[in-house]
Structure formats: structure tokens, C-alpha cells
């Protein structure tokens, strides 16, 4: 029992260390990207070039794809004035609850107000030293809570200012929101028949189907996804699919995108 212990607490040590250093390496990378930061979703490629001593990513067999906080996370992908921005989101909120508390005349509201403040609070907390921004469930939920916060502080104190928008600006708002429901419904869609094709030629290369591996790799849109999920382009495994069934002409062509797409990645040492 008291090696089990012994050994949690060095994995949860290490984890630890872990982190800082990845913490560290983020900063790094935020002080020579100051600006506009290396871009979205582009902190998972840029990371390796701080090196990855000392972290499990030095087997070439893991590859981090966040730095587990999510306020560091945005200001490395989109400059320092994007992660205040993010900041700022959180800032207000907490300030707008508050707010409403103070003014808010029902016992009622205020006991709602302060378990929506003491969730955006949590909220906050795991995003310190976690990633909640990209879990959807997580999104969701502070959705519901920022909503619940903006709600009652517009009614608290008895003051409800509904606003008024003319039938043409009305329209236009409804329009807007069609559009955007419709590109990200053909982006979502996109990415799930990326990933189910994937999957399925991930399923091929364990039993060496290398064809059918091939065929399910070309039905995916790379317009809309490049990487997986381990920051494996797409192109690599189609290389790996066309040189195992001798066309390393083909192959080679691949394994150059997958370059272009992920510079830095180390799987490629491996073919």
C-alpha cells in the first residue's frame, strides 16, 4: 500500500513539473510572439521548436497539444491583446455578478447570482491548470452560467431595458445567424467524416489493409482537417498507406505536405 501511495505521489509530481515546464515554454513563446501570437490551433506545432527535455514529448511518441491553461493557450495562439480579451470575458462576468447581488432586492436572486458566480469561479480555476475551452460539455455549461449572470443583472434593481432593434436590423441579425449556422454545420460535418473516415483507415493499417487504409484517407477534405487529434497530418498516413504498397514516389510527396503542415513533428523519423 505504502509503495502505491509512493508511487501516485511521484506521477502526480511529475505531472506537476510537467506542466510548469510547459508553462514556461509557453511564455517563451508568447514573449517572441507578442502580437498576433503563432496562431490558432498552431501552439501544438510551434511548441516542439522550445524543445522537449524533460518531457514525455521527448519520446517522439506523444505529442502535447495544449499547455494545459487556457489563459496562456490564447495568448500564445493569439497575441497578448487576445488573451486579455479572453481575460476580460471572465473579468466581466465575475464584476457583472457581483453587480447584480448588490443591487438585486430578492433573497432569491442573490442566493442564484452567487452559485452562478461561485460556477464561473470554478470555471476560471480549471482553466488555470486545465483545458475546459475545448471540452464541449464545459462550453455549454458556462454558456448557461454567463447567460443566467447577464440575465439577472439586467433585471436586478427592477430595471428591464429591453432593447429595440428596427425590422431591417432584425433581419439582418437573423440572416447573419442562418449563415453562420449553416457554414459551421458544413465545417462540423466536414470534420466528422474526416474523423470517421480516419478512424476507419486507422483500422485498416492494423491489419495491414493498406489499399482500403489509402481509399479512406483520399475521401477526407483536407480544407477542413489537416491533423489529428495526436497533431499527425493527414498527408502522413497517406504517405505511409502509398509507400507500404510500393508507390514511394507518391509517398514522398506525402510525407513533404505532411511537413509543410507540421514542420516540427518527430513521427516522421520513423518512415
Known amino acids: 500500500m505504502r509503495e502505491h501511495v509512493g508511487s501516485l505521489v511521484q506521477l502526480r509530481h511529475a505531472s506537476i513539473q510537467e506542466r510548469l515546464q510547459l508553462w514556461a515554454r509557453t511564455?517563451?513563446?508568447?514573449?517572441?510572439?507578442?502580437l498576433t501570437g503563432v496562431g490558432?490551433?498552431?501552439?501544438?506545432?510551434v511548441i516542439p521548436t522550445y524543445g522537449t527535455e524533460g518531457l514525455r514529448s521527448n519520446t517522439g511518441t506523444l505529442h502535447f497539444q495544449r499547455p494545459h491553461n487556457?489563459?496562456?493557450?490564447?495568448?500564445?495562439e493569439s497575441g497578448i491583446l487576445g488573451g486579455l480579451l479572453y481575460l476580460a470575458v471572465f473579468v466581466s462576468v465575475l464584476v457583472l455578478a457581483v453587480s447584480a447581488i448588490?443591487?438585486?432586492?430578492?433573497?432569491?436572486?442573490?442566493?442564484v447570482l452567487t452559485l452562478m458566480?461561485?460556477?464561473?469561479?470554478c470555471y476560471v480555476i480549471d482553466a488555470l491548470f486545465s483545458f475546459p475551452k475545448e471540452r464541449m460539455a464545459h462550453s455549454v455549461y458556462l454558456a448557461l452560467l454567463i447567460g443566467t449572470v447577464l440575465s439577472m443583472h439586467r433585471n436586478a434593481g427592477g430595471r428591464a431595458a429591453a432593447p429595440s432593434f428596427s425590422k431591417r436590423w432584425t433581419m439582418a441579425i437573423v440572416a447573419l445567424a442562418w449563415v453562420t449556422m449553416l457554414v459551421s454545420w458544413r465545417v462540423a460535418?466536414?470534420?466528422y467524416r474526416a474523423e470517421t473516415h480516419l478512424r476507419r483507415a486507422l483500422e485498416a493499417r492494423a491489419v495491414k489493409n493498406w489499399p482500403l487504409m489509402a481509399a479512406h484517407l483520399d475521401r477526407i477534405d483536407r480544407r477542413y482537417y489537416v491533423m489529428d487529434p495526436s497533431s499527425a497530418p493527414v498527408a502522413w498516413y497517406r504517405g505511409v498507406a502509398r509507400f507500404e504498397m510500393g508507390d514511394p514516389a507518391t509517398a514522398l510527396a506525402d510525407f513533404r505536405g505532411a511537413l509543410e503542415v507540421h514542420p516540427n513533428i518527430r513521427t516522421m523519423c520513423t518512415c
Not at 511564455?27 to 507578442?34: A, K, N, S, W, Y
Not at 490558432?40 to 506545432?45: D, T
Not at 487556457?70 to 500564445?76: I, K, P, R, T
Open 189 to 191: 460535418w466536414s470534420r
Open 102 to 111: 448588490v443591487r438585486t432586492p430578492s433573497a432569491h436572486d442573490r442566493i
Open 27 to 34: 511564455l517563451r513563446m508568447i514573449q517572441e510572439h507578442p
Open 70 to 76: 487556457d489563459f496562456l493557450w490564447a495568448a500564445s
Open 117 to 121: 458566480l461561485f460556477g464561473v469561479s
Open 40 to 45: 490558432l490551433g498552431n501552439w501544438r506545432i
